[in-house]
């Protein structure tokens, strides 16, 4: 299994950027998708979920309006809009799969992709 991302660079602050995670290697419409990011020296942080038939997405309360999660299952594709970027959004951003529901713990995700950095900087 690979998850490829890309679409990480360095950005200003207020502007927005699309992240992009192509998955090979296992039946990605039976997979649920989500975005976690780690800032140095911090935790890895949950930012996005997406279910099979990307129907639905799921945030956390402190990314809700600004990201948004979507998917292209005939692609093996999943996508991260970011907008208004923040400083504190600088961080590596991971794509993970999982063959179970929706989960916000990274633990449960079977397969993780290499990550892709963004720097929110003037």
């Not at 799921?58 to 996508?79: C, E, F, H, M, Q």
């Amino acid at each position: 299994v690979q998850l490829q991302a890309s679409g990480g660079g360095l950005v200003q602050p207020g502007s927005s950027l699309t992240l992009s995670c192509e998955a090979s290697g296992l039946l990605f419409s039976k997979h649920v998708m989500a975005w976690f990011r780690q800032a140095p020296g911090k935790e890895r942080e949950w930012v996005a979920g997406i279910n099979w038939d990307g129907d639905n997405g799921y945030y956390p309360y402190s990314l809700k309006g600004r990201v948004t999660i979507s998917r292209d299952n005939a692609k093996n594709t999943v996508i991260l809009q970011m907008n208004n970027l923040k400083a504190e959004d600088t961080a590596v951003y991971y794509c993970a799969a999982r063959s179970g529901g929706i989960s916000s713990h990274d633990d449960f995700y079977n397969y993780w992709g290499q990550g892709t950095e963004v720097t929110v900087s003037s």
